[in-house]
């Protein structure tokens, strides 16, 4: 029988994406990834590598200052992992909790965002709007008024959404909830659709994963 001490390795990581190493040197032994955060923020988490030896997978929570996990955790990523974590919603010392799996022991890297929508209004006179989304996670939220009954034609032209320029481009009702959603890659359309409310709707450029890059919206109306 072998008995390890195993202390988690504790890392400080920024909200602009800065990347920052860790290692694991001792089966048990997990990460924490500490940072400021507060009421209603949103990060993404980028883990491009986590070499672990013997090969496992390894799962990831998002801890309250408290330490409770604001969610059943994320997992079991064999070697890379993209995770978009929900609000926060509470002020304080933040930590992304990795676990590897069984044995495991090895070495990474992590790169941590703050996510800040693009916002703005978008007119239905087909003036383009561009939208330019550097950071893995942000939309492109344009809004415009509208009443029930008007028929809208939303356009897409020219996406850079890297690497596979793969996105979710959809409209929202007044009170937040989804209306309709096309995937698309590349140039496309959502529309003619007809709006079922009055008020001030939504039109939503999401890049899918952790694609980053830009397009020009248009959209068509009364």
């Not at 009421?39 to 980028?46: A, C, D, F, I, W």
């Amino acid at each position: 029988m072998r008995l390890y001490k195993a202390l988690d390795a504790v890392v400080p990581v920024t909200g602009d994406g800065t990347a920052a190493s860790f290692s694991t040197t001792v089966p048990g032994q997990d990460v924490r990834l500490q940072f400021a955060g507060l009421t209603g923020q949103s990060y993404s988490l980028l883990v491009p590598s986590f070499v672990m030896h013997p090969g496992s997978c390894f799962n990831v929570y998002l801890l309250r200052p408290d330490g409770s996990s604001i969610n059943s955790g994320y997992g079991c990523y064999q070697s890379s992992a993209y995770i978009e974590f929900p609000a926060l919603d509470v002020d304080g010392s933040w930590t992304v909790f990795i676990d590897p799996q069984s044995y495991a022991k090895g070495s990474g890297r992590a790169q941590l965002w703050k996510i800040v929508d693009q916002t703005g209004p978008i007119s239905g006179d087909g003036t383009p709007v561009q939208a330019q989304l550097l950071t893995p996670g942000q939309r492109a939220v344009l809004s415009f008024s509208g009443n029930s009954g008007d028929s809208f034609t939303a356009t897409v032209t020219g996406p850079s959404f890297a690497p596979d320029n793969c996105f979710d481009f959809y409209f929202l009702r007044p009170d937040g909830s989804l209306f309709n959603n096309t995937g698309l890659c590349g140039d496309g359309t959502n529309g003619p659709v007809t709006l079922d409310a009055s008020g001030t709707w939504s039109l939503v450029v999401d890049p899918r994963g952790n694609s980053t890059g830009a397009a020009s919206v248009e959209l068509n109306g009364p």
